[in-house]
């Protein structure tokens, strides 16, 4: 069921710190930063050879992220996101099998413009997992 | 300078049940257990079609991941590993940008059988990161 690993999500509190570290100090390419309002982030792309780490810094008062800065206010790694092929699927396979799916349960549209979801990180050894559609 | 992800590296209780989670639950392709008695922990892979989830158990004594569990009962994902080309080289020029290099910045003979260092997550927003000389 499990695709490709999208993306690895990280929370930063201070975005243009985090884009100098990994573009200048680490030598890898970064994207320009990309307001999302909807979804309450500014993010900016790692590209790497295989896949992407995002870095993500609140925007606006009900961030999804902020809760997670004020308990890690250095930031940390937020989330893993894995590409599934059909999203109400992998709801209802997982779903059977216990796992508890974040919200409605209803895939959202994420901030890449596809169907995700959310999994329970107490069901996945502290890992929040999210599932996108591709 | 920075290549592939190599893997992302999750921090588990108990191995056993995150492989049925992994394996049976999110129908991901999982390996046998690997005991790394050099390295403190047992690794399970999680073959994905881009990089890897590694799963790790503390073993022994010693482990390096024991007091992450300690303080994440649950688990949770412990590092990130990048490829490098040049671990002395891309070792020198952190150092030289002020980047912390864990231990005494001598590579060490990895989980996979090639050169690592570890970088101070305070320097990453709370992100331990591995780079692996490939």
Redesign the interface.
């Known amino acids: 069921?499990?695709?490709?690993?999208n993306h690895?999500a990280?929370?930063?509190?201070d975005l243009e710190a985090?884009v100098r570290?990994?573009g200048?100090?680490?030598?890898?390419k970064v994207s320009q930063p990309l307001a999302l309002p909807d979804h309450g982030v500014t993010v900016v792309f790692?590209e790497?050879?295989?896949?992407k780490?995002e870095?993500l810094e609140p925007l606006g008062e009900h961030s999804p992220i902020a809760a997670f800065l004020e308990r890690?206010p250095?930031?940390?790694?937020h989330h893993?996101c894995?590409e599934v092929d059909d999203i109400i699927a992998a709801r209802d396979?997982?779903r059977d099998?216990g796992?508890r799916v974040l919200g409605d349960g209803e895939p959202k549209i994420g901030a890449h413009g596809k169907p995700v979801l959310f999994l329970h990180?107490?069901?996945?050894?502290?890992?929040l997992i999210e599932l996108e559609q591709v």
């Open positions: 069921m499990l695709g490709r690993l690895v990280i929370a930063v509190p985090a570290k990994y200048k100090v680490l030598g890898a790692v790497l050879a295989n896949t780490t870095l890690n250095s930031g940390g790694i893993m894995y396979r997982l099998q796992v990180p107490k069901d996945f050894d502290g890992t």
